[in-house]
């Protein structure tokens, strides 16, 4: 899968790795990730086009205590991040082509200093968050793309069953089926699923198959 650039302005203004530890600015924004930034930031002003980096369906749009306004859109093993956002112009489970304007860049949320746009890579295969960050490549091959990938049920936090699951990684509650007929389950779809369970998350462009 190619990852396209999120702008068609390319300049950095903080890359993938940077270390914030000694920055008095930003030194409290990464601590999960071990203050080291998780994304690259690019240089907008505010109402930027942000575009989508390849196609996807939208699981996440959300006001985030730091990223603010922020945009997640999946494909595979694969979420990518649009964060500070001044507009979101898509909606949960919406599919996106690669290119399309999805919002607008800005300035919101408590870890951001000036206008631009915090772009972000996730390998959701990973358990914990520092893990699942990685560095954007961009006008190239995203070389750990799967087209499915496996996650493993962890009730700790929250019970998950498979409507959980479909909104989690479909934004939409009716690909509940979709993962339950993937992996020829027998639970009924608000029926708590075992801790530790191993599910196949199926890809979003197979047809949704709708059932009452």
């Not at 690259?40 to 996807?56: K, P, Q, R, Y």
């Not at 772009?119 to 490549?137: I, N, S």
Request: with cysteine; glycine share 6%; hydrophobic share 35%.
């Amino acid at each position: 899968m190619l990852l396209n650039y999120p702008c068609n302005n390319h300049t950095v203004s903080l890359d993938y790795g940077h270390d914030a530890t000694n920055d008095p600015l930003i030194s409290d924004f990464y601590k999960v990730f071990d203050n080291k930034h998780p994304g690259v930031d690019f240089d907008l002003l505010e109402g930027t086009d942000v575009l989508a980096s390849f196609d996807g369906i939208v699981v996440r749009c959300e006001n985030h205590k730091g990223m603010g306004n922020t945009i997640g859109i999946r494909n595979g093993n694969i979420l990518a991040l649009y964060a500070h956002l001044s507009e979101i112009l898509v909606k949960l489970g919406e599919k996106v082509k690669a290119g399309s304007l999805i919002g607008k860049s800005g300035n919101t949320g408590t870890a951001t200093t000036s206008p631009h746009l915090h772009f972000e890579l996730r390998d959701l295969r990973f358990k914990e968050l520092k893990e699942m960050v990685f560095k954007p490549e961009f006008e190239k091959e995203i070389q750990n793309y799967k087209f499915t990938f496996n996650y493993k049920v962890n009730n700790t936090s929250s019970k998950k069953n498979l409507v959980k699951l479909a909104t989690l990684y479909f934004g939409n509650p009716d690909y509940k089926f979709k993962i339950k007929d993937e992996n020829k389950l027998k639970f009924n779809t608000k029926d708590e699923l075992p801790q530790d369970l191993e599910v196949i998350i199926p890809n979003y462009w197979n047809p949704i198959i709708l059932r009452i």
